[in-house]
């Protein structure tokens, strides 16, 4: 039997659902058409997709999903600090990248 979902757990679900997506955005957009850009942000959009989506199949992969997440943020956060352009943009997002890591450790350490 599924364990009911809390108010706690719906506002971390968006709350990493709403920071994916922005990251997914900025990495769409910046210096388009780069494809190394294009797959950061749909790389994000997947796993978001693989986490949330109501797919019986994943059901029972969810835990892995979310390390998966992580481990994408962490990834490209690392990368940008070791190559990436010190702009705004990129300020930006790595703490929209820092936060979803955040909520998405919050959130691994709730189920």
């Known amino acids: 039997m599924a364990a009911s979902r809390t108010d706690t757990?719906?506002?971390?679900?968006?709350?990493?659902?709403?920071?994916?997506i922005a990251t997914a955005?900025?990495?769409?957009?910046?210096?388009?058409?780069?494809?190394?850009?294009?797959?950061?942000?749909?790389?994000?959009?997947?796993?978001?997709?693989?986490?949330?989506?109501?797919?019986p199949r994943l059901g029972e992969h969810r835990d892995i999903v979310r390390l998966a997440l992580i481990?994408?943020?962490?990834?490209?956060?690392?990368?940008?600090v070791a190559i990436g352009e010190r702009t705004t943009v990129g300020y930006v997002d790595k703490v929209i990248e820092v936060a979803l890591i955040s909520l998405l450790l919050i959130e691994a350490r709730r189920r």
């Open 25 to 55: 955005i900025i990495h769409l957009q910046l210096n388009f058409p780069d494809p190394i850009f294009i797959l950061n942000g749909l790389g994000y959009l997947g796993l978001l997709g693989a986490l949330y989506l109501p797919l």
């Open 9 to 20: 757990d719906t506002a971390l679900a968006f709350g990493v659902a709403l920071l994916t």
């Open 71 to 80: 481990g994408f943020a962490s990834l490209t956060l690392f990368l940008w």
